[in-house]
């Protein structure tokens, strides 16, 4: 179950980088798609853009949803955070949102590194998880393929994490949380963050 969720997130984030993503300015364009000439691992070839049929409202709505990774639920009753606490934390990790979104919109990558645990890192930087985003259908048919972390940002993190808020979380731990967004009134898991040295980052 937990591959055929994957599955289909990749294929709805397929789908929502090529109806919102190829639309952007020259600038970021040329920043998701241009080939460095120092590093293989750099490359990516589009041949061209699909139709879009769906709004770009309906597709963010579809993309965030897909993209929840499936929850694992053992032990997350194992901290209860006191009102005031998630008052307070909810504020904070809002604020870290609306800076992440613009970091992701601009395409900022080396900013957007500095939010990010060395698990989060490592493990979207493992060849054996980009090639399966790559596999998904749409990737494959326009050649489209992952071989770095950046190129995870550029096609898969700005189609899907560019514009979300935080509607409610959850505390997992002392310094772990998982916070989520309301679409189609279901709650979406939009990131799971960590506090490391007194700063709140992504992690998985």
Not at 46 to 70: C, G
Request: proline share 3%; net charge negative; glycine share 2%.
């Amino acid at each position: 179950m937990r591959n055929y969720l994957r599955y289909a997130a990749i294929c709805i984030l397929t789908v929502f980088w090529f109806v919102t993503g190829c639309a952007s300015t020259p600038e970021t364009s040329n920043d998701a798609a241009q080939p460095s000439s120092t590093a293989e691992a750099e490359q990516h070839t589009v041949d061209k853009e699909p139709a879009a049929e769906e709004t770009e409202t309906e597709a963010a709505e579809d993309t965030l949803e897909a993209a929840s990774e499936p929850v694992d639920t053992a032990g997350t009753e194992a901290y209860e955070m006191g009102e005031e606490e998630y008052q307070e934390t909810k504020k904070d990790l809002s604020k870290l949102v609306e800076e992440l979104n613009q970091i992701i919109a601009s395409r900022n990558y080396q900013k957007w590194l500095t939010y990010l645990t060395n698990e989060y890192k490592e493990y979207y930087s493992d060849p054996a998880v980009l090639q399966e985003y790559s596999e998904a259908p749409l990737m494959k048919k326009y050649d489209i393929k992952l071989r770095s972390l950046k190129d995870y940002f550029n096609y898969v993190v700005v189609a899907s994490r560019k514009d979300v808020r935080i509607d409610d979380i959850k505390a997992l731990s002392e310094n772990k949380v998982r916070a989520y967004m309301i679409v189609n009134n279901e709650p979406i898991v939009v990131y799971t963050l960590e506090k490391v040295d007194g700063q709140w980052k992504i992690t998985k």
